[in-house]
T-cell receptor, first 114, second 115 residues
Framework: AQKITQTQPGMFVQEKEAVTLDCTYD???????LFWYKQPSSGEMIFLIY????DQQNATEGRYSLNFQKARKSANLVISASQLGDSAMYFC???????????WGAGTKLIIKP | NAGVTQTPKFQVLKTGQSMTLQCAQD?????MSWYRQDPGMGLRLIHY???????DQGEVPNGYNVSRSTTEDFPLRLLSAAPSQTSVYFC??????????????FGEGSRLTVL
């Protein structure tokens, strides 16, 4: 069965440091996509980055990059040069191309310290 | 720049009451979905639709109904509210159902309390 695991319920990071948020997944489907979303305290869900299972290169979007290790079934989010505004909940999600459902991890609460 | 619009933002119901959460998107997305978010559990899919006239159940469909008569609208109906349905509800849509373009665009959420 497909599953997403985020093992870090919470993290504290000093401002300007890099942050790695862990995500492992389980699927038997060879074709799938991995997503990261940010949820600030205001509650909205903000799409950050996408990685396809057949993509040869790790996805990058500005300060966000995805460390995709397919054999290990991990898709960690890396935030470079963290900012106070990065404090939020971060969710990893997976969508198998054989069905339409996005499966979500429980999230990691990231707090950036000044 | 409306995107996905959900109403109401807040609602308090008594056990046994019914209500409809409205969701509309103006991006011509075929895929629409409803999630509930409970503390410590991430998001769970309630129902989804891949186009007008087509709906299907997600992970936690019991107690909820949906319909999709137009591409734009995807209302969620609570038939007989129960305290277990106290949650934050999100409507989301996407351009495609897989691959690039499959990222979801979310509404602002609706906080529902059932007493």
């Amino acid at each position: 069965a497909q599953k997403i695991t985020q093992t870090q319920p919470g993290m504290f990071v000093q401002e300007k440091e890099a942050v790695t948020l862990d995500c492992t997944y389980d699927t038997s489907d060879p074709s799938y996509g991995l997503f990261w979303y940010k949820q600030p305290s205001s509650g909205e869900m903000i799409f950050l980055i996408y990685q396809g299972s057949y993509d040869q290169q790790n996805a990058t979007e500005g300060r966000y990059s995805l460390n995709f290790q397919k054999a290990r079934k991990s898709a960690n989010l890396v935030i470079s040069a963290s900012q106070l505004g990065d404090s939020a909940m971060y969710f990893c999600a997976m969508r198998q191309d054989s069905n339409y459902q996005l499966i979500w991890g429980a999230g990691t609460k990231l707090i950036i310290k000044p | 720049n409306a995107g996905v619009t959900q109403t109401p933002k807040f609602q308090v119901l008594k056990t046994g009451q019914s209500m409809t959460l409205q969701c509309a998107q103006d991006m011509n997305h075929e895929y629409m979905s409803w999630y509930r978010q409970d503390p410590g559990m991430g998001l769970r899919l309630i129902h989804y639709s891949v186009g007008a006239g087509i709906t299907d159940q997600g992970e936690v469909p019991n107690g909820y109904n949906v319909s999709r008569s137009t591409t734009e609208d995807f209302p969620l109906r609570l038939l007989s509210a129960a305290p277990s349905q106290t949650s934050v509800y999100f409507c989301a849509s996407s351009y495609s159902t897989g691959g690039p373009g499959g990222e979801l665009f979310f509404g602002e959420g609706s906080r529902l309390t059932v007493l």
